[in-house]
């Protein structure tokens, strides 16, 4: 079944939604994103991910294209247009049509391209979280400002292949015998004494809507919490290992670079956090 999606004004179906040959988030990756879950038909965290929004077209000299207020209706519409009830919307900008390739900067009376589409699939009950997920290292590539969210995301799409090149459903990435990110979500590991670990919030990850949530949750139901830097070695002796994003919530790990991370199952501490998220997240979304 065809969607409807939204590209630059109009609501149109997915078929007849066309962007320009000379679009600069097509010629130059000069464009930013968000995905934002969609809970029971009503979006999950969206402020925050239309704040991350703001600061990322900041940090790119990039013009938003409406206000943050307006972009939030138009997302209510296009769920309701799509009959979403689990899921996800993406969102992008670019710096729009330059009306030729050119390395400069367009002048500031070229509008922007945005682009919203949904894309359903199971948040709750996907198969990964019961059976857990296996991991590979793989050196991190990626630039430099990794807290803004761009599209130039051939890297994560390297590390995925390479991850199932070699078995695995996904690869965490390392710099400097660190763990940054896994390839499109942040990483975290539980050491013998039930301490969560992440890594603190700075150019070299991105601050993940959901990495802050899960903070927060951690910190009202008293367990304990390192934000710090963990070292390849930490991971792959960790009790247990997770990874969070806006579309996975949490995904237990049970095997990294062919190692068994504990017993070999989603472990109990990090399946506890996940109850408690989705506990959240539903309260959140059903009582709007």
Same mark, same amino acid.
């Given at each position: 079944?065809?969607?409807?999606?939204? #590209?630059?004004?109009?609501?149109?179906?997915?078929?007849?939604?066309?962007?320009?040959?000379?679009? %600069?988030?097509?010629?130059?990756?000069?464009?930013?994103?968000?995905?934002?879950?969609?809970?029971?038909?009503r979006l999950l965290d969206n402020d925050a991910h239309l704040a991350?929004?703001?600061?990322?077209?900041?940090?790119?000299?990039?013009?938003?294209?409406?206000?943050?207020?307006?972009?939030?209706?138009?997302?209510?519409?296009?769920?309701?247009?799509? !009959? #979403?009830?689990?899921?996800?919307?993406? #969102? !992008?900008?670019?710096?729009?049509?330059?009306?030729?390739?050119?390395?400069?900067?367009?002048?500031?009376?070229?509008?922007?391209?945005?682009?919203?589409?949904?894309?359903?699939?199971?948040?709750?009950?996907?198969?990964?979280?019961?059976?857990?997920?296996?991991?590979?290292?793989?050196?991190?590539?990626?630039?430099?400002?990794?807290?803004?969210?761009?599209?130039?995301?051939?890297?994560?799409?390297?590390?995925?292949?390479?991850?199932?090149q070699h078995q695995a459903d996904d690869a965490l990435l390392i710099?400097?015998?660190?763990?940054?990110?896994?390839?499109?979500?942040?990483?975290?590991?539980?050491?013998?004494?039930?301490?969560?670990?992440? %890594?603190?919030?700075?150019?070299?990850?991105?601050?993940?809507?959901?990495?802050?949530?899960?903070?927060?949750?951690?910190?009202?139901?008293?367990? !304990?919490?390192?934000?710090?830097?963990?070292?390849?070695?930490?991971?792959?002796?960790?009790?247990?290992?997770?990874?969070?994003?806006?579309?996975?919530?949490?995904?237990?790990?049970?095997?990294?670079?062919?190692?068994?991370?504990?017993?070999?199952?989603?472990?109990?501490?990090?399946? !506890?956090?996940?109850?408690?998220?989705?506990?959240?997240?539903?309260?959140?979304?059903?009582?709007?």
């Open positions: 079944m065809s969607r409807t999606v939204y #590209l630059n004004g109009q609501f149109v179906d997915e078929q007849h939604a066309h962007v320009s040959v000379f679009d %600069r988030g097509f010629l130059f990756a000069d464009a930013v994103y968000e995905v934002s879950a969609v809970l029971n038909g991350r929004l703001a600061r990322s077209c900041e940090a790119l000299q990039l013009t938003l294209p409406c206000p943050l207020a307006e972009i939030e209706q138009l997302q209510k519409r296009l769920i309701v247009e799509n !009959q #979403l009830q689990e899921g996800a919307i993406y #969102l !992008q900008v670019s710096r729009g049509n330059s009306g030729d390739r050119n390395f400069d900067f367009p002048d500031a009376s070229v509008t922007p391209t945005f682009l919203m589409f949904t894309q359903a699939r199971p948040l709750v009950n996907h198969p990964n979280v019961q059976r857990g997920i296996r991991m590979v290292s793989l050196e991190d590539i990626r630039w430099q400002r990794r807290d803004i969210k761009t599209v130039g995301l051939l890297a994560p799409c390297l590390a995925k292949e390479y991850a199932h710099e400097n015998d660190l763990v940054t990110e896994a390839s499109s979500s942040n990483a975290w590991i539980i050491d013998e004494h039930g301490c969560l670990i992440t %890594r603190p919030l700075s150019t070299h990850i991105l601050h993940g809507i959901t990495r802050h949530a899960l903070i927060e949750l951690i910190r009202e139901n008293g367990l !304990q919490l390192e934000e710090r830097p963990f070292s390849l070695d930490e991971a792959l002796n960790a009790r247990e290992i997770f990874i969070s994003s806006a579309t996975t919530f949490i995904w237990p790990v049970i095997a990294l670079d062919g190692k068994t991370i504990g017993d070999g199952k989603p472990g109990k501490i990090t399946l !506890q956090l996940r109850d408690i998220y989705v506990r959240m997240a539903n309260q959140a979304t059903e009582g709007e």
